[in-house]
């Protein structure tokens, strides 16, 4: 069974590069009847904070898209430590005394091969190192790149194909500090082995820690996974995406917040470096999962277009336009919490939508929805089906404006009170024959009574808005132009 892994360090925010990440695993093995797991790499307690786990959880958690099994690496140092030692014992990694100020670095000239191999201490016999260890001399773990066994080291990546790097430009890396804490080579590639991971899936910055990896793989006699790195996210600009340089629209939870869907979230970051065969792209999360194939996944970077100045392109179009796509979409009944959830938060909930008024509720969602692009638009653009009271937009207020517009509305709202049934028809029947009887177009009533009841000038059907709005309500709006 396949078997994937996510793996962040709580060290951040949760970033929609590893977001993608996340959903290329997870589609994978939803899509080959396989396991996620969640491993939080959280061996470096000192950059490492529940602030950061806490916010990335609830970031993935929005996601919904859950994982099968969570393991954190700090509790699995004894198993980091065990795996040195069998490598030091093996002869396949040694002891490293030289000071840390004093440990060579590749930057400085002359110093290279120093770098590569820490002459001096890559000899050290057994006994003596065994000897400095036992006399409480501090030292790092080092892997000991087998130079003499070739050229370097190979493997196959099922996106960037065949890869290949000389033993020359491998250093001897560290495998655990001073400390004895395991480094991420060391911690990473024992609980790939550990944890059963068929499937290392992860971005293209990590590919030239591969190499190393596989070292370690083959060290430890343990069978390679297969890899497969994701192309990098790029923004606008054609630089690496990241919230220093292209800023909030690099997190995740600015998504949540701002009103997208998750599934409409995920379709956009899933089609950012994959495509389907046939080229789709408004796909639900159960229609991606069907269509998912490693192989479709591109090797170009992808562009996360945005326009930092732009209040409508504040996130890439598309998956602005997807957004939509998925509101519209959607099972009603399945968009009635998310909207639930706005209305709340702005203190518009009221018993009524409890007391079996939910149809009301629901059509007004489901009336509104093709129009919006977000669940906040329901706030931001919605308030008069919620409230009594809302404001009146400049253009709705020189339709009201309108001359004659003010009376046939007030006479409008009296012919309603007559009426026997409230529905569109008979409001439409009334409204035309008002508006011939006055000797006005019918215009001229349709648009004031959409900024009596709305306070706007566009909006769903005039007449579906007046059953909308209920005919109490409208009688009170209409009342009091
Ligand atoms: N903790 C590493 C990171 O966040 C994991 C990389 C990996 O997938 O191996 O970059």
Redesign the pocket.
């Known amino acids: 069974m396949n078997r994937v ?5 709580p ?1 951040g925010f949760l970033h929609i590069g ?1 977001a993608r ?1 996340y959903i290329f695993n997870w589609l994978f093995a939803r899509s080959t009847g396989g396991r996620t797991v969640l ?1 939080i ?1 959280d061996t470096d307690a000192e950059r490492s904070s529940e602030e950061s786990l806490r916010s990335i959880l609830e970031g993935l958690a929005w996601l919904e898209l859950p994982w099968d099994e969570r393991h954190y690496q700090s509790g699995r140092k004894r198993m980091h430590r065990e795996a040195a030692a069998a490598l030091l014992a093996k002869g396949a990694a040694y002891r490293d005394f030289t000071p840390q100020d004093a440990a060579p670095q590749e930057s400085s000239a002359g110093t290279r091969a120093a770098w590569l191999c820490n002459p001096g201490m890559r000899e050290l016999s057994k006994e003596e190192s065994d000897r400095r260890a036992a006399s409480g001399e501090r030292f790092v773990v080092r892997f000991r790149v087998p130079r003499e066994r070739g050229n370097g080291v190979f493997f196959k990546d099922s996106i960037f194909k065949k890869q290949f790097r000389k033993f020359a430009d491998i250093e001897d890396f560290a495998l655990a500090r001073a400390n004895g804490d395991p480094t ?1 080579h060391l911690a ?1 590639t024992v609980d ?1 082995c550990d944890l059963g991971i068929t499937h ?4 293209q ?2 590919l030239s ?1 591969t190499y190393k ?1 596989v070292l370690i793989f083959e060290a430890l006699g343990r069978e390679l996974p297969r890899f497969g790195h994701l192309p990098l996210l790029l923004g606008p600009d054609g630089s690496k995406l990241s919230k220093r340089k292209h800023g909030p629209i690099v997190s995740v939870t600015t998504y949540r917040d701002k009103g997208f869907l998750p599934s409409a979230f995920v379709n956009y970051l899933s089609l950012l470096g994959w495509s389907p065969k046939d080229n789709r792209e408004v796909l639900s999360v159960d229609e991606l999962v069907s269509l998912f194939k490693t192989d479709g996944v591109l090797r170009a970077n992808a562009v996360v277009q945005f326009d930092e100045s732009s209040a409508q392109n504040w996130a890439d179009p598309k998956a602005l336009w997807l957004n939509a796509q998925h509101l519209r979409s959607m099972p009603v009944e399945q968009l009635l919490p998310r909207v639930e959830t706005e209305i709340k938060r702005c203190g518009w909930w009221t018993p009524e939508y409890e007391a079996g008024r939910r149809d009301r509720l629901t059509a007004v969602v489901d009336a509104l929805r093709s129009r919006f692009t977000l669940t906040t638009d329901f706030a931001l653009r919605g308030k008069a089906y919620f409230m009594d009271a809302f404001d009146l937009e400049a253009k709705a207020a020189a339709n009201l404006d309108k001359q004659g517009a003010r009376e046939g509305l007030r006479e409008l709202g009296k012919r309603l009170e007559a009426v026997d049934d409230f529905s569109e028809q008979s409001v439409e029947a009334a409204l035309r024959s008002l508006a011939a009887e006055r000797g006005v177009k019918p215009g001229l009533l349709i648009n004031g009574a959409r900024a009596a009841l709305t306070g706007q000038s566009v909006g769903p059907s005039a007449f579906k808005v007046f059953t909308l709005i209920g005919r109490e309500r409208v009688l009170e709006r209409l009342a009091g132009v």
């Open positions: 892994r996510f793996a962040p360090s060290t590893g990440t491993r790499d991420y990473s790939d290392v899936i992860r971005g910055d990590h820690n990896h």
